[in-house]
């Protein structure tokens, strides 16, 4: 046995110090390599998850879409217009005999037909509902919608146009039930971006509105985005609703102030609403934005969105031509698209989808394809057209319930040989 300080006992010692350090860091190195599995087979498990949730919650938003109040169309009377700014008129609809008017879904429109073509002739368009749902009444928003100043040669809105010089109270519109697949459901709130512009944020006032009724929980940011003070639509009503819940927090964006305009008192900052004005207001991209306006604001803020790390399923968006509207599902179909052959029926060439139209309907319209059309928006149903063979893929979710067989070209891509009936 070796002495007290002897260099053999020294030596052994260490030894068996190594060889316990070593069986620790192999040890540690095992802890180490367990967890990073279970992390991944977690990680795994929290994407497969989401997928599911998100598949669930589609599904569900299908089904809450779909559900229409009455079947075919109404009557409904105008009870009030009232002039909300110099080119927006609110009008108040309530029904005939004096019932209840069925609930729907903040966010989602009323599609109305009206004898605004040429010799009387029916137009049908959607107009978002703009308050909450109400049992006395429904309120559309509806912008009077003039050539653009940049070219006064184009024609001006034919239905907006109509409604403006023609609404009064007591006549009756011929309405559809509300729908539409673009909505805030108050009984599941989350944390939300509302982002709009102009006559866009009609159905995001509603969203607020009925947020607010229900007792808003969460946090909800609203940006929206006005020319001025005079086009500024509905101040009042989300400024109350901002003071009454310090969770809503409202940021006005004008882009041409007026003289009598005041920073910090009318508007909160001078431009368009942006993706640098939202990273700089918002604590994070973690919540569900919900956007309506004119293409350029979709155009640009949707894939910026995107860019930012917000997932696409928690972008939800009602566009004015939501073909031009850029999300990764849609570059997708827009790929598949390329080198389809699609023939119009009974009569009709094949034509080659080379990419250059943005829809079925603007491809059958540069080939004088005669195919109707309304809202262009993929909700009010005008351009349904019948899929005799092939496949075709929606750009979003159709505003209108359709059969297996049938499809709106407004908002359809071709994949492959394709024939459709018009």
Request: hydrophobic share 40%; proline share 8%; with cysteine.
């Amino acid at each position: 046995m070796p002495a007290p300080g002897d260099p053999l006992l020294f030596y052994s010692g260490a030894a068996m110090c190594l060889a316990v350090t070593g069986q620790a860091a192999l040890g540690a190195v095992g802890v180490w390599r367990s967890r990073v599995r279970r992390r991944r087979e977690s990680d795994a498990d929290a994407v497969a998850f989401r997928r599911e949730v998100h598949a669930a919650a589609e599904s569900a938003r299908a089904r809450l879409a779909r559900q229409l109040a009455w079947e075919g169309r109404r009557d409904l009377r105008v009870s009030a217009v009232v002039d909300e700014t110099a080119d927006v008129k609110s009008l108040f609809l309530t029904d005939p005999a004096g019932r209840p008017l069925p609930r729907f879904l903040p966010g989602q429109y009323l599609t109305i037909a009206l004898p605004a073509g040429p010799g009387g002739d029916e137009v049908v368009r959607c107009y978002s509902l703009s308050d909450r749902p109400r049992p006395e009444y429904y309120r559309l928003s509806v912008r009077r919608q003039d050539a653009p100043p940049d070219a006064p040669d184009l024609p001006a809105g034919v239905a907006s146009s109509w409604l403006h010089r023609h609404a009064r109270p007591g006549m009756t519109l011929r309405c559809e039930a509300p729908k539409g697949a673009f909505f805030y459901n108050p009984g599941q709130p989350r944390p939300a971006v509302l982002i709009g512009a102009g006559v866009g944020v009609t159905p995001l006032v509603s969203m607020l509105e009925a947020a607010q009724h229900t007792r808003l929980t969460t946090p909800t940011y609203a940006f929206f985005g006005f020319r001025d003070g005079a086009s500024h639509l509905f101040a009042d009503t989300v400024n109350a609703i901002s003071d009454q819940n310090p969770l809503v927090r409202p940021h006005y964006a004008y882009s041409r102030p007026a003289e009598a305009d005041r920073l910090g008192v009318h508007y909160h900052s001078r431009g368009h609403v942006s993706l640098e004005l939202l990273r700089s207001q918002l604590p994070s991209s973690n919540f569900d934005f919900y956007l309506c306006g004119p293409s350029r604001m979709m155009q640009t803020l949707v894939p910026e969105l995107l860019d930012w790390g917000v997932p696409e399923e928690a972008i939800h968006y009602e566009a004015f031509g939501p073909a031009s509207v850029n999300t990764k599902s849609g570059a997708s179909l827009l790929e598949k698209a390329l080198g389809s052959q699609v023939r119009f029926s009974p009569t009709g060439e094949p034509l080659v989808w080379d990419g250059a139209h943005a829809s079925l309907l603007d491809l059958a319209e540069a080939a004088g394809v005669p195919v109707g059309s309304g809202c262009r928006a993929g909700n009010c149903g005008a351009c349904r057209v019948r899929v005799l063979q092939g496949k075709v893929n929606a750009l979003r979710q159709p505003g209108v319930v359709m059969s297996s067989d049938e499809c709106l070209a407004c908002i359809s891509l071709p994949e492959g040989q394709v024939v459709i009936e018009t």
